[in-house]
Each structure stands twice: as C-alpha cells, then as structure tokens.
C-alpha cells in the first residue's frame, strides 16, 4: 500500500499479521545515531527485541542508556507524531515515569528506511516477571500510583476523541491538539486505505459507527470473494450484528453537543509496566496509539487488574504440585485472580479519595462499555452468539439486562 514500504500483512491461522519485507541495516542505524546525538564512534548498538509493529535496539552511549525503536509505517507520520507528543506531555505533567525522547523522524525517507523515536532506556523489568516476587505492599503502592495518574488525567481533559498531536504553529509542543485518531482499529490491514472517517470525533456515536463501518465492510468483503462456508457465516453474523448496533447508537449514546474526552492507556497490561527488584514502579512504556477517549471508555480499571473474582484465597495443599515440587499453574492463576480481586478494591478506594467524578463516571457507565465490548467483538467467532443474546435482551428490554462483560468471562 502506499506509504507502506517495508511492511506486508500476511493472512495466518489466527488472521491478518503485520510482517517486516526488510529489515533495518545496523549499520544505516549506527550513522543516524552518531549524526543525531553527534557522538564519536564509541557506542554500541545491540537488537534487542521486537513487537507488534516496531524493533527494539539497546544504544550504549558511555554510561547512558538508550533505546531506539523502529517502527512500521501502519499510519505513516502520524503513528509517530502523536506518540512523541503524548510522552512530552507525560513528561511535562510529571505523573508517572516515562521515556523521555532524544529525537525521532517521523518520516520514512531517512537511511533507516522507517520511522523512529530514540528514547531513553528505563530502568526495571516487567511487572509480570516480578509478580510472585514482589510485597503485597509494593502491589498496592503500584495500583495506588496507577490511581493518581488516571485521577490526573481526569483533570486533564480534552474536548475531541483522537489522538494529540503538536500545534503546528508551535513545534515545541507547548500547545497541543486533538486531531486524527491512531488505532489499531482504524490501520489494520486494509482499514488504513478505506474511506473512513479518522476523526478528530466530537462524540462517541460518530467514533464507534466509523468502527463499525470497518467491521461491516470487511463481512461484506467475505461475503464476496470467500467460498468457506464456516466463515461466510461468521461474516454474515458480523454484518447482522453490526446492524443491530447501529439501530441502539443513538440510545447508547445520545446526542449530548462536544464529549468531554481524556487519554487513556488501554495496554496498561504487566508487560508494560516496569518494576524494581523490590517492586518499586520504574517506568510505562508503549505508549503507541494512547488517544483521547470518551470519560465512559477510559474511567475503567487498568488492564492488567481486569480477570475474574474471586472472593477467598486459595489454599496451596488443595492443588495439585509438579514435578519440580512447585504448586502447579492453576494454584497461581487462582491466587492472581483473588490478589487482583483485593486490588481492583484498593483502586477504587484510592480514586474515590482522589477523584469522585472519575468514580461516578465509572459506576454509570457499565452499559456504554457493554456496547463498546459488543463494537469490538462483532467480528470475533467465539463472541457471536453472546453478543447476539445480549442484544436480544436489549431489545425486548429485558431489565434487569446482565452484562455483557460478565457474560464474555464465563
């Protein structure tokens, strides 16, 4: 696709991937490096990883640690642009640690060949690798500092739904704006060439049916060109779904003039949040495609306190052990269920003290995230029939309804 150089989805079992076609040549990175930071040769450049969309070097300048991320055009510049923006602001509010970014290019055109943002490398390991490790009161502490931060987003709202971006005017990013959403939803595969509105949105009626339009036409699609019956009926379920959303838009979300919106993480995941040895929070990294977002969509838990309740502890001699002696995989994944239990508690106590309004907006908005859930699950196989009795229930105004959140973890 245009604007796409060196990037390529490719069709696997479990649907469309992104793929590098080349990869970055160390040595184009090495020359960029020593132009931006003006450096002597002295430095070392180390491939360190990669995710979804980007790949990871270690650069050791002396005794400072970088990290250069490398990135696939999915939504060529502006991919870029707004993350660099959100960190600066992160950083200017002084909320929680964050990379801070040395220099980027938004642009394709370089030697790299990509874009991408040179940051500095944050101390710590991921939370998940240090969890069975770390006090109880080091979770709490981690929950309670993740409190402050969305309390101090709450007050920091916006008045569109996308993504920020600097002020053209004012490239210091003194002055931001909300303008053209960057998400996963709106560029993946072909979503990025499709005639769709990219925001910015004013409500949250216009961003879920601009969501929903992509949905609708990849049905519509299979329903062309596929001669697997399995899927043709998935899409012909989608594309249904997708219609019966539509005619509850307006009643999910009536017309209430310009949203009040705030940023919001929604990959707060283990993963990307780094921890001391001693659980002392470090860093939140991957902040890629963080958007401003409707108060009912982003006043919710972090992502990784998210699981099933569970209301008493496991008892370790109840489960069975493996080879090694150890309790076995299920003793742990019922002990993460109760622990995030008691902290899912221990947030909400926090952000009441906090920050009421982000509260009243958490406990009124369950029926807006429940037909957000339905939005971004109309095309997943396993959800189509839960997501059809949910809107059966809806439309014959079976009160009280259950939700669909609750109906999707059984």
Known sequence: MKGQHGLEW?????????????????SNIEAVIKTTLKTPSDFEVVFIGQG???????????????MMRISLPVDPQSKTESEVATLHFMLENNIIPVPKVQAYNSSSSGPIGFEWILMDFMPGMPLQKRWKCISWAAKVAIVEQLAVYSASMYRRQFRAIGNIYPDPKRPDHSTLEVKKIVSMHFFWGDHI????????????????????????????????YSGDEDEREDAENT????????????????????????????DLSQQNILVANDGRLTAVVDWECVSALPLWKACQYPAFLEGSHRNERPIQDAYGKEENGEANDLFWEHLLEYEL??????FLEKMYKLEYGWIDVFRSSQKQRDFDLAAQNCDNPFCLRII????????????PIRSLSERLQE
């Open 239 to 266: 594309v249904m779904i997708v219609k019966r959303l539509r005619n509850h838009l307006s009643e999910f979300f009536p017309a209430k003039g310009i949203e009040k919106t705030m940023l919001f993480h929604d």
């Open 193 to 224: 060439s499709q005639a769709v509105s990219r925001g910015p949105f004013h409500s949250s009626q216009d961003w879920i049916a601009a969501r929903l339009s992509f949905n609708e036409a990849d049905g519509e699609k299979i329903l062309r």
């Open 10 to 26: 490719v069709q696997t079992t479990f649907g469309l991937e992104p793929h590098w076609t080349t990869d970055p040549e160390v």
């Open 341 to 346: 239990t008691l902290l899912r508690t221990a």
């Open 52 to 66: 979804a969309f980007n790949k990871l070097y270690k650069v050791q300048v002396g005794n400072k640690s970088l």
């Open 388 to 399: 059809n009795s949910w809107l059966d229930d809806v439309e014959k105004k079976n009160e």
